[in-house]
């Protein structure tokens, strides 16, 4: 087994008597939780310099874990009949509609169920510059994000896209339910974004190794019943979580999304119920430049499930609390 990359966790106090495995699992969502006990059981993990194979090892706080990244092994992505929403193809492209829930593309320990085995049944061709990985893949939505997506069906339209999202030629809007109330109708959030020091799961604006990230937000509709707010914001980057991270460097995590911030007690029951494990987070408008005609194109959905009910459920709660 050759072995990549080494990264080394320290397990924090509020960490403490955490499973092994699912210490990993948080502190590197990159790989599935199935993906990181078969490495366990491999002798991949270290903890405190001795080797431990039992996932449900119980840590301490202080504790160093040292976890051996082998070499991946080449994945088999085959097509799966998983439904999917296309609302616009042409011999170029396709725009879909993600679901929350869907992952985008394959990685160790998410070989199957993602959008891409999905695309690989419905569609008969796909470019090929993502590899076996990633056909047709231009960008990408969170699991736990619902929208608008392109994807690529030829190497021409692929490099076109990319270039026009890395140029910043590309619009991307998003319809977004925040816990507290927004004062500023309209405001810009320009801090840089990298991955977070000590947690490899989250990324931070706090972080030495941070890109320049820019968002846009205007206040939709605040809801002071239920200490909500709803927010469009206008992404001009594309860096990882930078929404979330945004709304939440300003006290406004983005309600479902517990890994930046949001309480589960902030927020009445129904609403807990209705999302799931969604956050309330949607990419309604997508618009870009044809890769063939070089004509503007723009794509736009309505609200989705579980964000419509979430919505329509905060604005009865508005009208029935005293």
């Given at each position: 087994?050759?072995?990549?990359e ?16 699912q ?20 002798g ?46 042409d011999?170029?492209?396709?725009v ?9 593309h ?22 090929s ?11 990408r ?17 692929h ?18 339910l ?15 974004i ?7 799961k ?5 972080s ?17 019943k239920t200490?909500?707010t ?11 979580h ?5 709304l ?31 956050n309330?987070?949607?990419a309604?408008?997508l ?31 508005e009208?029935?609390?005293?």
């Open positions: 087994m050759k072995i990549v080494t990264l080394e966790f320290k397990v924090l106090q509020d960490k403490e008597g955490r499973r092994l495995d210490f990993l699992n948080d502190s590197y969502p990159e790989f599935s939780r199935t993906y990181i006990k078969k490495l366990i059981e491999a991949c993990v270290f903890v405190n310099s001795k080797q431990v194979r039992k996932a449900s090892k119980k840590l301490k706080a202080g504790d160093t874990v040292l976890l051996n990244v082998p070499e991946p092994e080449p994945l088999k992505v085959e097509p799966e009949n998983i439904p999917i929403d296309i609302i616009y193809e011999r170029d492209l396709l879909l509609i993600k679901p929350c829930g869907l992952v985008v394959p990685s160790p320990g998410y070989t199957s169920g993602t959008l891409v085995n999905a695309l690989l049944y419905h569609v008969r061709e796909l470019s510059i993502g590899g076996v990985e990633r056909p047709g893949i231009v960008h939505l969170d699991k736990e994000t619902a929208g608008l997506m392109v994807v690529a069906k030829n190497d021409f339209a490099r076109e896209l990319v270039r026009q999202f890395a140029e910043r030629k590309t619009e991307k809007l998003y319809r977004v925040v816990k507290g109330i927004v004062d500023k109708d309209h405001g810009v959030i320009e801090l840089p990298g991955r977070h020091p000590v947690h490899r989250k990324f931070s604006v706090f030495t190794s941070s890109k320049p990230a820019k968002s846009e937000f205007w206040v939709l509709e605040r809801f002071p200490g909500i709803l927010l469009k914001v206008k992404i001009y980057t594309g860096r990882t930078q929404i979330r991270v945004h939440s460097s300003i006290g406004h995590p983005v309600l479902g999304d517990r890994t930046y911030g949001f309480k589960t007690s902030s927020v009445p029951r129904e609403l807990l119920d209705l999302m799931g494990e969604c309330m987070l949607v309604y408008r618009g870009f430049y044809h890769p063939s005609s070089g004509e503007w194109v723009e794509f736009e959905i309505e609200d989705p499930e579980p964000f419509r009910s979430v919505l329509e459920k905060i604005r009865e709660l009208g029935s609390l005293g």
